[in-house]
T-cell receptor, first 115, second 113 residues
């Protein structure tokens, strides 16, 4: 079975631009979470979606938004890019939000560079 | 709030040496604990987990025991290999706050042949 897939792999944007990152969860998984990993640090939670509804949001500005589609894939949008948004953006999927289905599986990430 | 503290790296070991990477946590409720590994240029892979006190997670020769009394989840391996060189992240998941993982800063492990 395919794991979590993310696209694109790498992206270079200019300050002030907007970017959309995409994620497809493992087949059968209904929850997607997004994390930002700045170089040399641990991943920081951005959003969690379950059944197309936002279930959690981390301490990120409103420039960050996301959505989940009926097929459970997800997009992360970042507007008005800043240099500090340069990071590896990781998507994780899980079966659900509770019980034994909480275990999260990560994709390879999208490396965003803002110049 | 919930937080995870890991020992700073890099940790440099010779092949076949014993490995310990310390991890302590602060959490409300009863979190599940995880170790993830990140190889260069890749995403995170779940290495092992423990869901309740005194549970021992193990995988690929790595072990960690959930110690509630010391709020710790130290990672150990008896004999490291060059292929174990990677960044190791300790994390917790408190379902009281949804399915959010809280990560430590990561510990770089370098194994020399």
């Amino acid at each position: 079975d395919a794991g979590v897939t993310q696209s694109p792999t790498h992206l270079i944007k200019t300050r002030g631009q907007q970017v959309t990152l995409r994620c497809s969860p493992i087949s059968g998984h209904k929850s997607v979470s997004w994390y930002q990993q700045v170089l040399g640090q641990g991943p920081q939670f951005i959003f969690q979606y379950y059944e197309k509804e936002e279930r959690g949001r981390g301490n990120f500005p409103d420039r960050f938004s996301a959505r989940q589609f009926p097929n459970y894939s997800s997009e992360l949008n970042v507007n008005a890019l800043l240099l500090g948004d340069s990071a590896l953006y990781l998507c994780a999927s899980s079966g659900g939000t509770g019980g034994s289905s909480y275990e999260q599986y990560f994709g390879p990430g999208t490396r965003l560079t803002v110049t | 709030g919930n937080s995870v503290t890991q020992m700073e790296g890099p940790v440099t070991l010779s092949e076949e040496a014993f490995l310990t990477i310390n991890c302590t946590y602060t959490a409300t409720g009863y979190p599940s604990l995880f170790w993830y590994v990140q190889y260069p240029g890749e995403g995170l892979q779940l290495l092992l987990k423990a869901t309740k006190a005194d549970d021992k997670g193990s995988n690929k020769g790595f072990e960690a025991t959930y110690r509630k009394e010391t709020t710790s989840f130290h990672l150990e391996k008896g004999s490291v290999q060059v292929s174990d060189s990677a960044v190791y992240f300790c994390a917790l998941n408190s379902l009281e706050y949804g399915n959010k993982l809280v990560f430590g800063a990561g510990t770089i492990l370098r194994v020399k042949s």
